[in-house]
């Protein structure tokens, strides 16, 4: 289904997925697709057990969330860094 899709979409924007594709690294996400996510059950629910950020840093950010005009702006890039 998703390459008749792929192939519509190219038809109609033919300058779309101009990305080279080779044959042996299709075949190689094919396989790795199979064994480990096609038969893979999902989760139920999801828990985080535990996180990485400085949430007392965090805090300090809060004004700057704050004047953030909506949330398609986006987050400074040192925020990564927290």
């Known amino acids: 289904m ?7 979409v190219l038809e109609k924007y033919p300058n779309s997925f101009s990305t080279k594709r080779y044959e042996e690294t299709e075949q190689f996400t094919s396989l790795s697709s199979q064994r ?3 038969f893979k059950q999902l989760a139920e629910t999801f828990q985080v057990i535990h ?7 965090l805090q300090h950010m809060k004004s700057l969330f704050d004047a953030r005009p909506n949330n398609k702006t986006e987050l400074p890039t040192y925020l990564d860094l927290l």
């Open 2 to 8: 998703g390459i008749a899709v792929e192939k519509a």
């Open 36 to 38: 480990y996510y096609f």
């Open 51 to 57: 996180d990485t950020i400085d949430t007392q840093e």
